[in-house]
């Protein structure tokens, strides 16, 4: 009863019979793959999905993945020989009441309880078996006689008769013991190559499985890239446009002063003309002569600008010069950094809306690595083959020549000039006050803390050991470095005629930024320092 209450739980809800390759939803059911897999291709147009048991909705049709341990279960299960029951055949010779038959005689072609089996005729004609229904078919039905052979040219089971003579006489027979047996080997072996196939038919499912989940976990990954991405450019484009129309709307309120100014001083020079007009209307309307010679001041009532002749019209051209809104989206372009996909600054002759500030960028000799030489003024770095004895302390760059600056940039935006000697070997750039001072993650460009731009045979610029190689050639000894921090940027600029753009880091910048130099051989010269003017 409980095998039988067991088994009907490994039934298919769709198709009611034991599971076929099983297959579960997110809900938990699970369902014959093909009949699941028909199920939801029937609800393609709705684009609904439920499941066909307990009704729970999917947006999206379901993916399929195959219980493992179901299948193993219903492996087992059916591997289990089913338990005989009664046979439903009962002895022919009781015929006041049923009584199960326990064996039945091929001969008499009767079934014959324990009782009617102890007189039956023992003679060898009287072949017993376990008890079996339509005995007819058990012999010959030529002969009438038992089917004791089988012969293997017409693979047909016959009589002794049968082998004697007819259309089997002269054939290869067989006792039907014997060639029973030999089926049974050659099905244990088709069945043996069955199973092999279907585990290797598994084990394919298996990979493809895997294979299905690699690509799904691949695609959620890309697209969470491309929406972080997506979502960083509308940030930046939206924190570009409040910057331009602040500017926009900044540069207006300072013509509308200028303008609103202007008009007042011409409403009163227009009154003042308007009174002297009168007043000459009312001198020319006079009819007394002596009335109009003596009528005093008459000089006052000149304009001075009508007379000299030079200035007539200035106020009008200033006026003109100042409301001429033409000017205010050209100023403002002047002032606003157009960035391509790739980061960099398409309009890099402007390097940035900068002008000196009332600082400077000083080095700081406590950094210096020993074989670097610093000027008097703290601006010089020299590459020395004799070793400076200074202490050996934390902050002291141990492995490389490197040397940071004294002033740390934690907002605004900022530039720094470098002059070179000759074909000295260098690099320059920014780095974090956190960056190492010894080992390979000291070298500026070789870690996450550092950007730089290196010139030795070639100029390239280098972020966390990834090296790009700029396709320019580099005449100039002069660079410009340039920093926004909150729009965290990092340019490099050659200082030619006119100025050229080398390359733009894009980072988020989390700590302050030291400018930091690196010698290979030569010196380099610290020209000059900016900031915006907004900051000062």
Partial sequence: MASADFSKELDCSI????????????????????????????QDESGVYTCPQCRAHFYKR??????????????????????????????TNCIHSPVPAVKSCLHCEVSLCDNHLRVHSKSPEHVLTEPCTSLEKRKCSVHKKILEYYCTEDATCICVTCSLVGEHQGHWVEMLDEASEKKKKKVTHILQKLTRKREETETGVQNLEKRWRKAQEKATGDAQKVTALFTDTRR??????????????????????????????LEIKKDVL????????????????????????????????????????RDDKQLYDVADTEDLPVSTKKNVKVRTAGGNVTDPGNCGNYMEGPGDILLD?????????ISDDLKTATWSQTEQDRPDTAERFQDYNQVLSSRTFFSGRHYWDVESSGKAEWLVGMCYPSIDRKGDQSYIG???????LQRENNYLVMHDSQAIQLPVKISSDKVRICLDYEAGQLSFYELCDPIRHLHTFNATF??????????????IKISGWGSNCEEL
């Fill in 510 to 523: 989390t700590e302050p930024l030291h400018a930091v130099l690196c010698l290979g051989n030569g010196s």
């Fill in 365 to 373: 000799v406590n950094t210096a690595a020993n074989n670097i030489l």
């Fill in 236 to 265: 930046r484009l939206d924190n570009l446009e409040k910057k331009v129309l602040s500017e926009i709307s900044r540069q207006e309120e300072q013509v509308s002063l200028m303008l609103s100014t202007l008009i007042q001083e």
């Fill in 62 to 91: 379901p993916s399929l993945q195959r219980n493992i341990t179901l299948c193993n279960i219903i492996q087992q299960f059916l591997s289990i020989p089913t338990p005989q029951k009664g046979t439903g055949i009962f002895c």
């Fill in 274 to 313: 308007s009174r002297k007009m009168r007043h000459i209307e009312e001198l020319c309307n006079m009819t007394d002569p002596l009335t109009v010679l003596q009528e005093p001041h008459i000089d006052d009532l000149c304009d001075p600008e009508m007379e000299g002749g030079d200035d007539t019209g």
């Fill in 446 to 452: 070789d870690n996450d803390k550092s950007w730089c």
């Fill in 15 to 42: 198709c009611l019979h034991t599971y076929t390759d099983p297959v579960m939803l997110r809900c938990g059911h699970n369902f014959c793959r093909v009949c699941i897999d028909r199920a939801l291709s029937t």
